[in-house]
């Protein structure tokens, strides 16, 4: 993107011809051929947008954006479920959204994803949704694409649009990038408002971009990184320690970078460890320091009492957000109702036992409890987990392979239980950065850089100096 942005200012590209080449490439491959049904819905009249374009640092640059994100511009808005198709329309874009039209974007569309962001049932099936279908592996369409994000990881990886808005709460943006061989960064909670934002629980959910090179994903970190009076979780300009998330960037920026191997999130799938071993000597050759057998022994546990608070507040969390969007379903409750009624369309495949669980745990006793829940995970994964191991090693970050390699699509089965290195960034609100680092049967996978809180602007500089690292050797 950052080249091409390049080609625009100067005149050797138009905004419209880049829109053009990516309607084509969706138009060839999103519901033809392959059918990776990455995207959800087009906007009736692109070309339109190309008159009403802001000056900024992404002029003429062609977004999707995931579809639990609010557009006030005639596209729905649904979480991928049917329930929202006819729910009022929003009556202004989301935050994040405002924030790249001031700076040029050009948002012409919106990505599938799993529907209500994966959290409907144990048993759901990544990417799918009931109203947009089944969205597909680029690189392989037998294979999973991931989730929740995949809509936006599967467009970005085919090539239909620049870069791409996902949104995470655990896994949503790291996982479905690294299984289609894209670059997803999931912020450091606070950073990025969720101001018209379908949530699942506010103090993990953050919106994050997914983009082709490291470099992309500051640019854009540049843009949608910003107070929003009206998100309470978004920290205030003058608390925010960052002042450019392209500070750091520069072809030493690993050099005398302390990084620590945390083996209990690198599984043991044979082809990732020999991969990610290759990579930690790419890091070496670079001037890092690597530190073997960092530990988070309270992971699992910080991640299980997250799942405990998360359930509860799911529930109040999107009560918020339907009543206040209006329309026949504004509650969990009437939603339940609704995928009942709408079964053959909302449930061939599994059910909504989550949503069940979570619609019962509503007493103030349950609240409490989630609250209690909540403030030991984000303390057993934060201070006495990631904080804790950076601080005794002396470390930069925590490196690991991101996920195993996306296994095969069956829809009477469910997922795959494949790896992904998400939940102690995901609960502690610290950042995780994912870039490609090779394949494993065939299939892509990820390195992750995960560190403290507001340290993405080192992550990005050592994951763009390890991004031509391994595009020279490969």
Same mark, same amino acid.
């Given at each position: 993107?950052?080249?091409?942005? #390049?080609?625009?200012?100067?005149?050797?590209?138009?905004?419209?011809?880049?829109?053009?080449?990516?309607?084509? $490439?969706?138009?060839?491959?999103?519901?033809?051929?392959?059918?990776?049904?990455?995207?959800?819905?087009?906007?009736?009249?692109?070309?339109?947008?190309?008159?009403?374009? %802001?000056?900024?640092?992404?002029?003429? %640059?062609?977004?999707?954006?995931?579809?639990?994100?609010?557009?006030?511009?005639?596209?729905?808005?649904?979480?991928?479920?049917?329930?929202?198709?006819? #729910?009022?329309? =929003?009556?202004?874009?989301?935050?994040?959204?405002?924030?790249?039209?001031? $700076?040029?974007?050009?948002?012409?569309?919106?990505?599938?994803?799993?529907?209500? $962001?994966?959290?409907?049932? +144990?048993?759901?099936?990544?990417?799918?949704?009931?109203?947009?279908?089944?969205?597909?592996?680029?690189?392989?369409?037998?294979?999973?694409?991931?989730?929740?994000?995949?809509?936006?990881?599967?467009?970005?990886?085919?090539?239909?649009?620049?870069? %791409?808005?996902?949104?995470?709460?655990?896994?949503?943006?790291?996982?479905?990038?690294?299984?289609?061989?894209?670059?997803?960064?999931?912020?450091?909670?606070?950073?990025?408002?969720? !101001?018209?934002?379908?949530?699942?629980? +506010?103090?993990?959910?953050?919106?994050?971009?997914?983009?082709?090179?490291?470099?992309?994903?500051?640019?854009?970190?540049?843009?949608?990184?910003?107070?929003?009076?009206?998100?309470?979780?978004?920290?205030?300009?003058?608390?925010?320690?960052?002042?450019?998330?392209?500070? +750091?960037?520069? =072809?030493?920026?690993?050099?005398?970078?302390?990084?620590?191997?945390?083996?209990?999130?690198?599984?043991?799938? =044979?082809?990732?460890?020999?991969?990610?071993?290759?990579?930690?000597?790419?890091?070496?050759?670079?001037?890092?320091?690597?530190?073997?057998?960092?530990?988070?022994?309270?992971?699992?546990?910080?991640?299980?009492?997250?799942?405990?608070?998360?359930?509860?507040?799911?529930?109040?969390?999107?009560?918020?957000?339907?009543?206040?969007?209006?329309?026949?379903?504004?509650?969990?409750?009437?939603?339940?109702?609704?995928?009942?009624?709408?079964?053959?369309?909302?449930?061939?495949?599994?059910?909504?036992?989550?949503?069940?669980?979570?619609?019962?745990?509503?007493?103030?006793?349950?609240?409490?409890?989630?609250? %209690? $829940?909540?403030?030991?995970?984000?303390?057993?994964?934060?201070?006495?987990?990631?904080?804790?191991?950076?601080?005794? +090693?002396?470390?930069?970050?925590?490196?690991?392979?991101?996920?195993?390699?996306?296994?095969?699509?069956?829809?009477?089965?469910?997922?795959?239980?494949?790896?992904?290195?998400?939940?102690?960034?995901?609960?502690?609100?610290?950042?995780?950065?994912?870039?490609?680092?090779?394949?494993?049967?065939?299939?892509?996978?990820?390195?992750?850089?995960?560190?403290?809180?507001? !340290?993405?602007?080192?992550?990005?500089?050592?994951?763009?100096?390890?991004?031509?690292?391994?595009?020279?050797?490969?």
């Amino acid at each position: 993107m950052f080249k091409l942005l #390049a080609e625009l200012k100067n005149g050797k590209l138009r905004a419209g011809t880049w829109l053009k080449s990516c309607l084509a $490439a969706i138009a060839q491959n999103n519901t033809r051929g392959p059918e990776l049904r990455a995207v959800i819905e087009l906007h009736r009249s692109p070309d339109r947008l190309l008159e009403t374009l %802001a000056r900024g640092d992404l002029q003429g %640059a062609p977004f999707l954006i995931k579809d639990n994100i609010e557009t006030a511009d005639g596209l729905l808005t649904t979480a991928g479920s049917l329930a929202l198709l006819k #729910a009022p329309a =929003p009556q202004r874009d989301a935050f994040v959204v405002q924030r790249l039209r001031a $700076a040029g974007a050009l948002i012409f569309g919106k990505t599938n994803l799993s529907e209500w $962001a994966n959290i409907r049932s +144990h048993h759901s099936i990544s990417g799918w949704s009931a109203r947009g279908g089944l969205t597909r592996n680029p690189h392989h369409p037998s294979h999973t694409a991931s989730g929740s994000s995949s809509g936006s990881a599967a467009a970005v990886a085919a090539g239909f649009c620049a870069a %791409a808005l996902g949104t995470e709460t655990n896994g949503s943006i790291v996982s479905p990038a690294s299984a289609c061989g894209i670059v997803g960064l999931k912020p450091t909670l606070g950073s990025v408002s969720r !101001s018209g934002i379908i949530p699942i629980t +506010h103090w993990q959910d953050t919106a994050g971009a997914m983009t082709r090179t490291v470099r992309d994903a500051a640019l854009i970190m540049e843009i949608i990184a910003a107070h929003d009076p009206t998100d309470p979780m978004s920290v205030p300009r003058h608390e925010r320690p960052i002042q450019s998330y392209l500070q +750091h960037f520069g =072809p030493d920026a690993l050099k005398g970078r302390r990084l620590g191997i945390v083996r209990s999130l690198c599984g043991n799938h =044979p082809e990732v460890l020999k991969t990610f071993e290759d990579t930690v000597l790419q890091l070496k050759a670079a001037g890092a320091e690597v530190v073997d057998e960092v530990e988070l022994p309270q992971a699992e546990e910080a991640a299980a009492w997250a799942w405990r608070a998360m359930l509860t507040e799911f529930r109040q969390d999107l009560n918020r957000y339907l009543k206040g969007r209006g329309g026949e379903i504004q509650s969990l409750a009437e939603l339940i109702v609704f995928n009942k009624a709408h079964r053959e369309q909302e449930m061939p495949h599994f059910g909504q036992e989550l949503f069940e669980i979570a619609e019962a745990r509503q007493s103030p006793a349950d609240i409490e409890k989630a609250k %209690a $829940a909540r403030a030991l995970a984000k303390r057993l994964a934060g201070p006495e987990g990631i904080d804790s191991a950076l601080q005794s +090693h002396d470390l930069d970050a925590l490196i690991c392979p991101t996920n195993d390699p996306a296994g095969q699509l069956d829809l009477s089965t469910g997922d795959a239980n494949t790896r992904v290195a998400s939940s102690p960034a995901a609960v502690a609100g610290y950042p995780h950065l994912t870039l490609p680092m090779g394949h494993a049967e065939g299939m892509p996978i990820g390195f992750s850089f995960i560190g403290k809180a507001w !340290s993405e602007p080192l992550l990005l500089a050592m994951g763009d100096a390890l991004e031509a690292k391994l595009r020279f050797q490969g």
